[in-house]
């Protein structure tokens, strides 16, 4: 079992950054793929960023140069810094960690945020 805990987030005005992290408690070695995903209201949950297990980074086409994802292998934390916010970017953002061996996917609560125009 894995639980996550998200923090961060909240407001800023387009152009702004904000930063988000997320914290991965219990089996965090059977982690292989960690990350963010976000989901506006009516629509569907999409990739924002995350790292795979002894890979790369892999981002969504919307954040590429944007956002950028930090974190060491097999540590409990993963970070994620969002530069030159758009409105379009306000969402609920999830963090997310798929465990290895039965391909488990775990989310977090989810936190908000809001970038106005």
């Known amino acids: 079992q894995v639980q996550l805990l998200e923090s961060g987030g909240g407001s800023a005005q387009a152009g702004g950054s904000l930063s988000l992290s997320c914290a991965a408690s219990?089996?965090?070695?059977?982690?292989?793929?960690m990350g963010w995903y976000r989901q506006i209201p009516g629509k569907e949950r999409e990739l924002v960023a995350v790292?795979?297990?002894?890979?790369?980074?892999t981002y969504g086409d919307s954040v590429k140069g944007r956002f950028t994802i930090t974190g060491r292998e097999f540590e409990d934390t993963k970070n994620l810094q969002m530069n030159n916010l758009k409105p379009e970017d306000t969402a609920v953002y999830f963090c997310?960690?798929?465990?290895?061996?039965?391909?488990?996917?775990?989310w977090g609560q989810g936190t908000q945020v809001t970038v106005s125009s």
């Open positions: 997310y960690a798929r465990s290895g061996g039965l391909g488990v996917d775990y």
């Open positions: 790292l795979v297990t002894g890979g790369s980074a």
């Open positions: 219990g089996d965090i070695f059977s982690i292989t793929v």
